[in-house]
Nanobody
């Protein structure tokens, strides 16, 4: 069992930056793949980025070169550094976890077992 708590959301102007944190408690997060998803108003929840237990990462095309995911296993925390933010990045951002010892990094909502409550990111134009 893993509990996830997101923080770091807020209001930022276009071109600005935010760093989101996902703190995991319970079983050690180092054995889990951790992902960030987002859900904009009236939209489906979509994959943003993920990091596997071995540090491998994946990014959605829409955020490549702007967002960076990282993890600090000692702190059981995963970070999402978001730069050059755009109004279309406005959404509730969720972190998610699944126990995984494989090299494959999941990117679909249904592949993740544990979810945080979400944190709002609003980018003004």
């Amino acid at each position: 069992q893993v509990q996830l708590v997101e923080s770091g959301g807020g209001l930022v102007q276009a071109g600005g930056s935010l760093r989101l944190s996902c703190a995991a408690s319970g079983r050690t997060a180092s054995s889990y793949a951790i992902a960030w998803f987002r859900q904009g108003p009236g939209k489906e929840r979509e994959f943003v980025t993920a990091i596997n237990w071995n540090g491998n990462t994946k990014y959605a095309d829409s955020v490549k070169g702007r967002f960076t995911i990282s993890r600090d296993n000692a702190k059981n925390t995963v970070y999402l550094q978001m730069n050059s933010l755009k109004p279309e990045d406005t959404a509730v951002y969720y972190c998610a976890a699944v126990f995984s010892a494989r090299s494959y990094t999941p990117t679909y909502v249904h592949e993740y077992d544990y979810w945080g409550q979400g944190t709002q990111v609003t980018v003004s134009s």
